[in-house]
């Protein structure tokens, strides 16, 4: 059974940095793409950032160069450091194992990031 558990979330003032974390369990981790997501209130929820099994990653163009994200194959984690927060960087996000030929997505339950102006 896979189950992927989001950690960090918080509330933070604008312009500070928070640090999410996905455990991952009953998945081969290490050779799954893996994925950040957000979903702010009435929003549609959105690709954050994206991380192959190789390390190569992928941003959406709002947070590139204030998020990274990566990965220890290790201890089966999930990383998104967020730097420069701004207010509307606010909402649920959401770790995701990526489908693909042999496996379907699957969603963590998410975390709460609140950031205050």
């Known amino acids: 059974q896979v189950q992927l558990v989001e950690s960090g979330g918080g509330l933070v003032q604008a312009g500070g940095s928070l640090r999410l974390s996905c455990v991952a369990s009953?998945?081969?981790?290490?050779?799954?793409?893996m994925g950040w997501y957000r979903q702010a209130p009435g929003k549609q929820r959105e690709l954050v950032a994206l991380?192959?099994?190789?390390?190569?990653?992928n941003y959406a163009d709002s947070v590139k160069g204030r998020f990274t994200i990566s990965r220890d194959n290790a201890k089966n984690t999930l990383y998104l450091q967020m730097n420069s927060l701004k207010p509307e960087d606010a909402a649920v996000y959401y770790c995701?194992?990526?489908?693909?030929?042999?496996?379907?997505?699957?969603w963590g339950q998410g975390t709460q990031v609140t950031v205050s102006s």
């Open positions: 995701r194992r990526e489908p693909d030929r042999n496996s379907v997505g699957y």
């Open positions: 009953g998945t081969s981790f290490s050779i799954n793409t």
């Open positions: 991380i192959s099994s190789g390390g190569s990653t």
